[in-house]
């Protein structure tokens, strides 16, 4: 039996060689190698194998309520139940964006150099918000990297975020305070006069949170202009000159366009350089939310569509959705790295940095910043290195090529867009009479369910349709394939079942 001095093996409590005080979190050195050492060949087998698994499986009613009731024992437990809990009642019920036939939303697999380093930054647990040391530094090389691949000009820099969300609302608030700052109104009377006139522009195809970063600035749902877009999902230029000329003439002061560099919903792509142009000519700020599209400039055959990229003033782009960092991984990007410092640096005394080096605190609204962006990011690029990343969006761009064309080709298959960026959205052919909405919405469910692929729908011209988004680097088109034979399976089996379809 272990007397009290000995180190344990098995008591969570007791610090090993000293023996006489008991640390309540420390591990004993060789348990804590031994359960390293057995996580990361489960992660290698989670990995490898989870393309044979189900796509997701629908998870017990009892269970979740397990989970989501919380269950906290009194005494601590054995670290080796971590690794038992984690594969038996997490691992099964992924979203699902680790396999190669998930098709839903915007969401890739990890990389796998992503996953290395998520573990290592975790060890090393630095801050990127104070201090100095290399998580920082490396922080502000990689976001010099992602801004050079998307095209931006050389002075570019930024801060990571949680993703594209948090990158939209500091750059919105930046838009804000530069706007603010040359009307003279960043405080007193002149601020909330000023404040009340500001008005933002995005277009209808925005992602919410654009809106959703508006209201967080203060920005009331009136004064964020939603202006029309074309039949190719492109913002209306014309209609947007034509709302800033009818602000500004009505004493109102736009500020800011937000364009999208690939829409969420279908993939279009606004142009930069016209609608700086317009930002320009009325002292506005230009910020492109290239969340998932953002570095499309890379491939020749898209290089037309971002034309005047290195002009922007701001882009949002998420490593966690192209680039397969794992999640958590979004980028601030600014032209003017300045104008970001100076609506985020705020000082004070206990936080004394280097000012020849402004620590990443004062680019972003977050002070203690997890290192695992940067080195997740950093270990991807570099794994990719740039000729990798233009490969991974070329083949990105030929899978959904693959898809559409399968889709022409096909009797039963509509195709409702055509990108450029993949996202790839269809419709079965029933007649467009009300009940097809409903329709897809069951066949997507239905597919679900059924566990051999994965994907969810969006509204096309007033339309629920189905919507394939292609981000996952271990897609091959033997999954494409997959998924179709999982629509027409699932419209089989409920065709029956919906009004104004007959079985066939
Ligand atoms: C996904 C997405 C966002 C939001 O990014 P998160 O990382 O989910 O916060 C913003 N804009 C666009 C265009 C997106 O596709």
Redesign the pocket.
Known sequence: MLSQFEPSLSSPGLRSETGADTAPLSVHPKVFRDELARAAEWVADYLEQLPEQPVTRPMPEAHRRALAAGSLPDDGQDLAGLLDFVRESVAPYPTGNGHPAFFA??NSPPSQPGVIAELLACAVNATCGMGEHALMDLERGVVRDLAVLAGLSATAGGVLT???????LLCLATARQWFLQRLGATDGLAYDQAHARLVAYHSDQ??M??AKAAAVIGLPAWRLRSVPTTYDRRMDLAALRAAVDRDRAAGLLPFCVVS?????ASGAIDTPAPITDLCREHGMWHHA?????GLGALLPELAAAYQGIAELDSL?I?P??ALSVPVGC?AALVTDPEALRAAFAFRASYLDGDQEWPWLSEYTIELTRPGTRALTLWATLRHLGRSGVTALLTHYQDLARHLRNRIHAHPELQLCTSGPLPVVCFRLATPEDGTASAFHAAVATRLQQRGHAYLATVEHRGETVLRACICNHLTTTADLDTLLREVLIAAEELGPLVPGRTAR
């Open positions: 939303w915007i949680s993703g594209g969300s948090m990158a939209n925005a992602h949170s654009v999208n560099l690939g829409t969420t939310d290239g969340a998932w599209g949002t998420d966690h959705k979004g």
